[in-house]
């Protein structure tokens, strides 16, 4: 289709990247990738396992930009690819509204969601994943937990910048947690 853009194109060198950083809030999306059950109960919840920029680890969701010209859809399936392996066979919403946005700010006391990059502002799904899946390019691990356990206050500790929020709002809206 020639009318189609083409989104291989439309990376951003990375001096373009900080200079829109400094001056655009950033579309990202956020994926809680989940076991269910045959009544599409979650069962578990796979966290990732990231070495941050500061060299700490913390425990962290599937994400990434969205790009000029790429649907949600395909910026959500390219991220869980890229994170969990090409045979995770994640099951995409079949609608492209989140079950919440994440506003993420340089100041972390403007909503609790800390990026010191940037704005971003994060379009969140639940997403099970019936396949293999295994960590890939940045990410050190994937550990699935039970729900309780994820939502727990030793997993939210071990998450940064607000992610551990989303994971209780995506368990929340599952019907787990109250």
Not at 15 to 40: F, H, K, N
Not at 60 to 75: F, H, K, N, T
Request: include cysteine; charged fraction near 20%; glycine fraction near 6%.
């Amino acid at each position: 289709m020639s009318d189609m853009l083409d989104i291989r194109s439309s990376w951003l060198s990375q001096d373009e990247l900080e200079q829109a950083r400094e001056r655009l809030p950033i579309v990202y999306v956020e994926a809680v990738p989940v076991r269910t059950d045959s009544w599409g109960r979650v069962t578990s919840v796979g966290l990732l396992l990231r070495a941050m920029p500061d060299g700490s680890i913390s425990r962290a969701l599937v994400s990434g930009r969205v790009l000029y010209g790429e649907l949600i859809r395909d910026a959500l399936l390219r991220h869980l690819e890229k994170d969990l392996g090409p045979v995770a066979l994640p099951r995409l919403p079949a609608s492209p509204t989140p079950f919440t946005i994440a506003e993420y700010f340089p100041d972390a006391s403007v909503t609790g969601f800390h990026d010191p990059r940037q704005h971003a502002v994060a379009l969140c799904y639940l997403v099970p994943c019936d396949g293999d899946c295994v960590p890939s390019q940045e990410a050190l691990d994937l550990t699935w937990v039970d729900p309780i356990e994820a939502a727990s206050p030793l997993f939210q500790s071990e998450m940064t910048n607000g992610q551990g929020r989303i994971v209780r709002q995506a368990l929340a809206f599952a019907g787990v947690l109250d």
